[in-house]
């Protein structure tokens, strides 16, 4: 089984998108809540059903590129066992979610579908 590719700061802005299940949706909820507050960012809804491409629940973190090596550090010692994609924002989503995807934990296949209409 190959190794999921790690971030590395190359692109202006970033989602990263944490998720969870039903036993560990309070921990990633707190996890988001807890980024937003030390790097000043900005978190989306916690997401209890399937959103966009995305195979899990999930809680989605903007961050740049200048937030970036205080960031995914941070998620990396913090995630306790749970899977962060994250991905640059370019402005083509394919590229974002495929070329460009990156995993702190375990890789999961995405829906890419809706990006290649």
């Avoid at 809680?59 to 205080?70: G, H, P, R, T």
């Avoid at 702190?104 to 829906?111: A, I, M, Q, Y």
């Amino acid at each position: 089984m190959k190794q999921p590719q790690r971030p590395i700061n190359l692109h202006e802005n970033y989602h990263a998108h944490v998720y969870f299940d039903l036993q560990t949706v309070e921990f990633a909820t707190q996890l988001c809540e807890k980024a937003g507050d030390l790097f000043n960012l900005k978190i989306g809804r916690v997401h209890q059903k399937l959103v966009g491409p995305h195979p899990c629940w999930s809680c989605q973190i903007l961050f740049a590129s200048n937030d970036f090596e205080q960031l995914i550090p941070w998620l990396e010692e913090s995630r306790q066992g749970l899977s962060i994609f994250v991905h640059p924002l370019t402005g083509n989503d394919l590229d974002d979610h495929t070329k460009y995807a990156c995993w702190l934990g375990d890789e999961s296949e995405l829906n890419v579908d809706m990006f290649r209409r």
